[in-house]
């Protein structure tokens, strides 16, 4: 049953250290921001976070980042113009990246909230990044072995939640969220809106209830409007 909480340091109470994290958000799009932040607050530390970027500018993942709370990170787009804390950290050793195809990222998520072992991809085949792993031939193509991503805690963002803990996602905010809500063992959604169970068209329900552990309402840095299913 999803539990509701009122802030987002309860949210991020049962994070511990160590554990893998997988956040949503494509940049700082679907980030939840409010969550990240609470977790800064809470001190948890030596977390490996999944995640599609690996932080920008001074906001997010980028913090946790900064203060040297975060081991490892897994993502498919780690550097860009304004990514200069994952740069300062990389580069002084302190931080592992394991560098995943942004394909290959989604389905290895998708992975693990379908239950299923391994696939093969040919994405990556030939390249650094499928040393070490299994590769076959499959119909005259090549192809990489490549084994499912799942997290302890997953933190999203969602437009609005229904009282059953079911989700609606704002346009490309959506990103990530429905495949790391599947894939953790425990998923924490901050929402802009609470609303009774019936108020949302059941086919515009993207992530279903039963894949949401806790929910928190909390007001967004960038306004949404929630607009009628």
């Known amino acids: 049953m999803t539990e509701f909480v009122d802030t987002a340091a309860e949210a991020v109470a049962g994070v511990r250290d160590g554990a893998t994290v997988l956040l949503g958000g494509f940049g700082n ?3 939840p921001m409010e969550l990240i932040d609470a977790l800064l607050e809470s001190g ?12 920008q ?35 002084a050793g302190e931080l592992e990246l ?6 290959n990222l989604a389905e290895r998520l998708r ?13 990556g085949y030939g390249t650094s990044l499928a040393e070490g792993k299994e590769t076959r031939e499959i119909e005259g193509r090549h192809y990489v072995l490549e084994h499912p991503i799942r997290g ?21 905010a959506r990103n ?16 802009a809106e609470l609303v009774p169970s019936g108020s949302l068209d059941p086919e515009n329900v993207v992530t279903p209830g039963i894949y949401v ?4 309402a909390l007001t967004p840095r960038e306004t949404q409007e929630v607009k009628p299913a």
């Open 152 to 172: 302890d805690v997953a933190l999203i963002k969602a437009l609005a939640a229904d009282d059953a803990g079911n989700l609606v996602y704002r346009k490309t």
């Open 29 to 31: 799009a679907g980030q």
């Open 111 to 123: 992975a693990a909230g379908a239950g299923i072992g391994a696939f093969f991809t040919p994405t």
């Open 44 to 55: 948890t530390t030596d977390l490996t976070v999944v995640s599609n970027n690996a932080g």
């Open 213 to 216: 552990d806790m929910v928190t």
């Open 176 to 191: 990530f969220g429905p495949v790391m809500a599947a894939a953790a063992s425990h998923t924490v959604v901050q929402v």
């Open 57 to 91: 500018g001074d906001r997010g993942l980028a913090l946790l980042i900064k203060e040297r709370r975060v081991r490892k990170v897994i993502c498919s787009f780690p550097r860009q113009s304004d990514s200069w804390h994952f740069d300062a950290a990389y580069r």
């Open 98 to 103: 394991e560098l995943v195809p942004q394909g």
